[in-house]
């Protein structure tokens, strides 16, 4: 199994998209933030493609932080009901980033 960082990947690209997404100021002009976020809808969806691959095909993966054992330290693990959950919500996620980025213009006037 070993440290596939494909697992932590899933949680921190998201978390730190929208981080980079908001110190990015939104103006009419600028779409930084819209091809942040598309960016890394992109890239987390992605990754769970390839999260979910591996696992059907090596059995479950795991991901120790710190690399510290587990009664002491965190350990993420992706089987297969986690690495599909994973896949569809970021499928949510990216159809939610390509509905806001399509009716931006027309939901805020």
């Known amino acids: 199994m070993g440290n596939n960082p494909l697992v932590i990947a899933i949680v921190f690209v998201p978390f730190f998209t929208g981080i980079i997404a908001l110190l990015f100021s939104q103006t009419e002009k600028d779409k930084t933030q819209r091809y942040i976020s598309l960016a890394g809808g992109i890239i987390t969806t992605a990754i769970s493609v390839m999260l979910l691959i591996q696992v059907l095909e090596t059995g479950p993966q795991t991901y120790q932080l ?8 965190i350990i993420f693990v992706a089987d297969n009901l986690s690495a599909l959950f994973g896949l569809m919500a970021s499928t949510v996620l990216m159809m ?3 509905y806001s980025v399509s009716c931006h213009d027309k939901c805020i006037s």
Do not use: R, S, T
Not at 66 to 73: I, M
């Open 66 to 73: 710190g690399g510290v054992e587990p009664p002491f330290g």
């Open 96 to 98: 939610g980033i390509l």
